[in-house]
């Protein structure tokens, strides 16, 4: 059983360019989350999803930042005009049901140059 | 503002010592307590829970104890070794409220495990 998949692992944009994230949940595991840590920091929520619904954003910025989980195929965490701050590690996660364990995948590590 | 928290940034241990790693929490309401490991340049990996109706609970090589009284959870890792570097979070959860998804981690405990 694969794990949480995430690509790509490192990604580097320009100031204004766009950022594309994608996850793609453990087998079975309907629900998805996304989380940013910055340097030297623990991770902060900012999105969770199931098939094409947001049930919870308010960990996202409220400008640039979108995500969606379509019926098929993977999550995606969009940033748009990437700025210096964006530049972060973004960790998707996902569980069967919303009270069993979370599982992170490997991350995407973005930087903003 | 975070409501977990972790009283010392970085642990330096000698290989075959064991090793302590302390979480305060400040969510009383707080019901469920996970110990994430995140190796430099990965992702966290689960390593234990519990939950509030225990307070003590082993795995291999690692127990979690929870003191509800004074809001501390702490990791020990037994007859620590060098693959057990890296920094080590607790993360909660209110599997009872209304956002029972979301994680709250600290900042994280630096181990360095010295041979």
């Known amino acids: 059983n694969a794990g949480v998949m995430q690509n790509p692992r490192h990604l580097v944009r320009r100031r204004g360019q766009e950022a594309r994230l994608r996850c793609s949940p453990m087998?079975?595991?309907?629900?998805v989350y996304w989380y940013r840590q910055l340097p030297e920091e623990g991770l902060k929520f900012m999105v969770y999803l199931q098939k094409e619904n947001i049930i919870d954003e308010s960990g996202m910025p409220k400008e640039r930042f979108s995500a969606e989980f379509p019926k098929e195929g993977p999550s995606i965490l969009r940033i748009q005009q990437v700025v210096r701050g964006d530049s972060a590690a973004y960790f998707c996660?996902?569980?069967?049901?919303?009270?069993?364990?979370?599982?992170f995948g490997e991350g995407s590590w973005l930087t903003v140059v | 503002g975070e409501s977990v928290g972790l009283h010392l940034p970085t642990l330096s241990v000698q290989e075959g010592d064991n090793s302590i790693i302390n979480c305060a929490y400040s969510?009383?309401?707080?019901?469920?307590f996970i110990w994430y490991k995140q190796e430099s340049g990965k992702g966290p990996q689960f390593i234990i829970d519990i939950r509030s109706n225990m307070d003590k609970r082993q795995g291999q090589r690692v127990t979690v104890l929870l003191n509800k009284t004074v809001k501390h959870l702490s990791l020990q890792i037994a007859a620590t070794q060098p693959g057990d570097s890296a920094v080590y979070f607790c993360a909660e959860k209110l599997l009872g409220g209304g956002s029972n998804y979301k994680l709250t981690f600290g900042k994280g405990t630096l181990l360095t495990v010295n041979p």
């Open positions: 087998k079975g595991h309907s629900h």
């Open positions: 996660a996902s569980s069967p049901t919303v009270v069993d364990t979370i599982y």
């Open positions: 969510n009383s309401a707080s019901d469920y």
